[in-house]
């Protein structure tokens, strides 16, 4: 357990209880931004993970109110929470542990059809009642009235904002966006928001023991549908057959595979404020295909 700060110790040890014995610490490698790994105790295994409070204020306590979220629609696998806290200057999230395997030979087919069910769950708003976190950056999630509203100020000018404020947007680019929200409401048909994972790649969807897909580091939100699934196009890792199985479970309005560039440059914006210009070059191209 000497990978785990003594602080952490102390708080997942108060919050299992004296019954339960901290016995081991299998690290997993990857995240920049928190530290997790297979927790075994005494009295279970569960997920860890730690971070920076002062440096995250909330993050965790946002994540848990999403998970929970996407768990109570009783749709998809998702991790469940057992519990969270804070020590000294850390905070640290406990979830159940998913036991990963191989996928199922239906697998595919069943991550479409229940990302339709999650999906399914709508409301004629857009946003959420607390903001959250995409990746290390704050994600603000003020209700609108309407998707198009949201998008526009919640979605792309807060990041757009951000990376001016850091010298990262070129003036022209920062006009073809003006020009583009002009041209979004003949570009997005009006659709009821559905409940969102709201970070689909490829590294966000795991498999359990059993084969079947579960989600994990949501940043939800009620947004257009249309949304998850342009980002698990975005940088690869998903398999065209869940697409199939969700367009048959819940019919796609007509021209979406062009509206996921549009809704891409959300995530993309996200990226060039987290890792710098060298994605510019993608947002420039989708641009460039709508106002040029």
Not at 12 to 39: A, E, M, Q, R, Y
Not at 59 to 79: D, H, V, W, Y
Not at 172 to 180: A, C, G, S, W, Y
Request: proline share 5%; glycine share 8%.
């Amino acid at each position: 357990m000497t990978n785990v700060p003594l602080p952490v110790q102390h708080g997942v040890t108060k919050l299992l209880g004296s019954s339960s014995s901290l016995l081991k610490f299998l690290p997993v490698g990857g995240g920049c931004i928190n530290h997790g790994g297979k927790l075994i105790t005494s009295t279970g295994t569960f997920f860890l993970k730690w971070n920076d409070a002062h440096r995250y204020p909330g993050m965790f306590a946002q994540e848990a109110k999403g998970l929970n979220l996407l768990r109570s629609t009783r749709t998809i696998c998702i991790p469940a929470v057992i519990g969270l806290g804070e020590e000294e200057s850390f905070q640290f999230l406990i979830l159940e542990f998913i036991e990963q395997g191989s996928r199922s030979n239906s697998y595919w087919k069943d991550f479409g059809s229940q990302m339709a069910l999650l999906h399914s769950n709508r409301v004629e708003w857009a946003g959420l009642n607390h903001n959250n976190y995409i990746g290390s950056l704050t994600q603000t999630n003020l209700v609108k009235s309407t998707w198009l509203d949201f998008f526009i100020h919640e979605r792309l000018v807060i990041q757009l904002d951000l990376a001016d404020s850091r010298s990262l947007i070129p003036a022209p680019v920062r006009q073809n966006f003006e020009k583009l929200f002009i041209k979004l409401p003949s570009l997005l048909p009006v659709e009821a928001s559905s409940l969102l994972h709201g970070d689909l790649w490829s590294g966000n969807l795991i498999t359990s023991h059993e084969g079947a897909p579960c989600l994990i580091d949501p940043a939800v939100y009620y947004g257009n549908r249309e949304v998850d699934l342009a980002m698990t196009q975005l940088f690869g890792g998903f398999d065209s057959r869940y697409l199939d199985s969700y367009h048959e479970a819940l019919p796609l309005l007509p021209g979406y595979e062009e509206r996921f560039d549009i809704y891409n440059l959300y995530p993309l914006l996200v990226h060039v404020n987290l890792f710098g210009q060298g994605y510019l070059a993608q947002v420039n191209s989708i641009l460039t295909r709508y106002v040029s």
